[in-house]
């Protein structure tokens, strides 16, 4: 049967990898005495999906992960024993049965909001002018043949607000989540910095994925 878990990522595992995540899920699943499946085959593994990888650096309190588990329990009983399986900086939040013939992951959300909390002298004002201003945003990137080309990443930003703080701003942003146009927030980051005087020399100093949907 296929559950669908959702759990937090905090704390120093912003400093983990999402190919070291796998490993980590994979080895707070055998602690918990879940029954997991394996794949068939000569090397064997188990049966896991996930959502396109958070970046580095960055918290998420809306991490996607689907696994095979044979047993038949409840969602209740794998959040419960899951939770007490978690390391320091994880959090089980969820657990649920999406059903037989549900899309994977990878199709099922296409948005994630992020906030970005940002080191600045400008004022959110500016910022929000500049963004309703600006016609496009772009970035350079490398292309299947290694030549740089440019591409306007503005239509896969959905929502765009800014609030100031002390000391800086925070950027409430949706992006696009989809695996063939998905937005990294500190690309969004690096070219606001550059494309808008504001912000030239501002430091992200956090980013944290709030839901998806």
Known sequence: MKYRICYEKTGRLIYVSHLDMQRLLQRMLRRSGVSMMFSQGFNPHVLMSFTPPLPLFASSLAEYVDVELSGGKTPDEVLHELGEACPEGLRVRSVE???????????????????????????????????????????????????????????????????????????????????????????????????????????VLSVCKMKVE
Do not use: H, W
């Open 97 to 203: 049965c999406p059903g037989e013939g549900s899309p994977p992951l990878s199709k099922t959300f296409s948005r994630a909001s992020y906030r970005m909390e940002i080191k600045t002298e400008a004022k959110a004002a500016d910022v929000a002018v500049f963004y309703e201003n600006s016609g496009e945003i772009v970035i350079e990137k490398l292309n299947k043949k290694k030549q740089l080309k440019k591409e306007d990443i503005k239509p896969r930003i959905y929502s765009f607000d800014v609030t100031d703080i002390p000391g800086g701003i925070v950027i409430d942003c949706t992006l696009c989540f989809l695996n063939e146009g998905l937005l990294n927030p500190f690309v969004l980051a690096g070219a606001l910095e550059r494309s808008c005087p504001a912000l030239s020399g501002s430091k």
